[in-house]
């Protein structure tokens, strides 16, 4: 099982979705910023760390808003959102094809990872 960890980050009544890179699995999918804890990292690490890479922020992280165990064709990942506030710096699109804010009720106009079901089932509930 894969450890990744993601960002929910809240300007207003709006969060940030990222939309995967063309060339990737899940390819063009909306998803949380975030990525694979490595070796030696704490989950609050690895989330600070990608999202420098990629999308040049600086990231405070909060609690745990939840987490999921998934299991896609090629890989069963147990994904933690933090909820998260930007401390520096504008996101930038290093990796991700597009960038959005949203709000909740915006979130059946996108087709996200399935991986973020329960997610977004709660942040339209919250």
């Known amino acids: 099982m894969v450890e990744v ?3 929910l980050i809240w300007d207003k009544e709006k969060f940030m979705i990222c939309q995967r ?8 999918l909306w998803e949380f910023v975030g990525g ?10 690895a989330l600070i760390r990608e999202c420098q890479e990629e999308l040049n922020i600086l990231l405070s992280v ?13 890989l ?5 959102l933090f909820n998260a506030t930007i401390l520096k710096g504008i996101p930038q699109k290093l990796e991700h ?13 996108y087709k996200f990872c399935p991986a973020d079901k329960d997610f977004l089932d709660s ?4």
């Open 36 to 45: 694979k804890v490595e070796p030696g990292e704490t989950k609050e690490q």
């Open 5 to 7: 960890v993601a960002a």
């Open 76 to 80: 069963t990942v147990h994904l933690t």
């Open 97 to 109: 094809n597009d960038i959005r804010w949203i709000t909740p009720s915006e979130i059946p106009n």
């Open 21 to 28: 890179p063309a060339n990737k699995a899940r390819a063009l």
């Open 62 to 74: 909060g609690d745990v808003f939840m987490d999921v165990v998934h299991e896609y064709p090629d």
């Open 123 to 126: 942040i339209i509930h919250f």
